[in-house]
């Protein structure tokens, strides 16, 4: 069930100004990276949390995005990388040089 | 052009001082650790200069054949790997002339900055009941378990990304698929952390809307 914030000015999306009072979802989306980063200033962060306790929706993207992301690491290639046969030559050539 | 670069970021550490005492001895276990750690990495980095996975695993090769030929002159002004990363890198700029190819992150391309996250339409317009919101939300995905994903939609998500700009796709895959942090990733690329933010949020965002597009259509 969505939750609507009490004021809506009408803002377009873009860049959050100080007179704004809270975030909308349009301005959400664009945010969540920063966000995630910790790069939001203080302000825009705390609107940002206001936003997410209202907006289930928004919350449900946030959701998606850790989603993405936590599938993402789990696409790293376990089998570690053998070093190709000219490199180890070069090393164990290395390891027999006269010190 | 010297690859050390005095006072960068990376700063030569005592542990540094080991490795390069095993180095230089030849160790073949150390060498083996410190190739595999940094392998994906070097070849994913090596990837988004050239035009082909064949021709980044070359890049690499030479890197690290140029390691071992040079370690003897390593001179310590930078950390070990900051070194490395920038043969690789000078590597990689050489291979790309060659091929003739533009070179990536001279400058953050307009179509990377410009794209919105979601469309545009998905947002209740200006004249509407409440401009900014959702118009057509997202749906909560019918997962296995939580974040959890199917065989199959990490194979669809693998493809999005190979699928994805290369700068976008070089930065997701540093940071989400091989997990550097942004300093690291930022170091090894001499990238900005505003332009690596954007490049990053602009390649999760299409992510995300490939999985969204599964989800839907599976439900």
């Known amino acids: 069930m969505h939750h609507a914030g009490a004021s809506h000015d009408g803002h377009s999306a873009g860049e959050l100004s100080v007179a704004d009072a809270e975030v909308t979802c349009r301005q959400f989306v664009e945010l969540v990276t920063d966000y995630f980063e910790g790069t939001l200033d203080v302000r825009t962060s705390d609107q940002v949390e206001e936003h997410l306790v209202m907006c289930d929706w928004c919350a449900t993207y946030l959701e998606q995005m850790q989603t993405t992301i936590v599938a993402l690491g789990q696409l790293s290639d376990p089998t570690p990388p053998q070093p190709p046969d000219t490199v180890l030559a070069a090393l164990r050539a290395r390891r027999n040089a006269p010190p | ?219």
């Open chain 2, 1 to 219: 052009m010297s690859a050390e670069h005095p006072g960068s970021a990376g700063a030569f550490t005592g542990s540094d001082e080991r490795l390069l005492a095993s180095l230089r001895a030849g160790d073949e276990n150390t060498f083996r650790e410190l190739f595999a750690r940094h392998y994906p990495t070097m070849k994913r980095i090596a990837r988004g200069y050239v035009s082909s996975d064949a021709v980044a695993e070359e890049v690499v090769q030479e890197t690290w054949l140029a390691v071992v030929s040079g370690i003897e002159r390593f001179q310590r002004r930078s950390a070990l790997t900051t070194w490395i990363f920038s043969i690789l890198i000078n590597q990689a700029r050489t291979h790309c002339a060659r091929e003739r190819r533009a070179m990536p992150f001279s400058s953050l391309a307009p179509s990377d900055a410009d794209d919105p996250s979601v469309d545009p339409d998905r947002f209740q317009q200006d004249d509407e009941a409440w401009p900014g919101h959702w118009a057509t939300p997202p749906r909560p995905w019918q997962k296995p378990e939580r974040r959890l994903l199917s065989l199959e939609s990490r194979e669809r998500l693998k493809h999005a990304l190979g699928q994805l700009p290369e700068r976008q796709r070089l930065i997701v895959g540093l940071r989400d698929v091989e997990g550097l942090s942004a300093e690291e990733v930022c170091d090894r690329l001499a990238l900005s952390q505003e332009n690596q933010r954007v490049l990053l949020h602009r390649g999760r965002s299409r992510l995300r809307a490939v999985l969204e597009e599964y989800f839907d259509a599976a439900a």
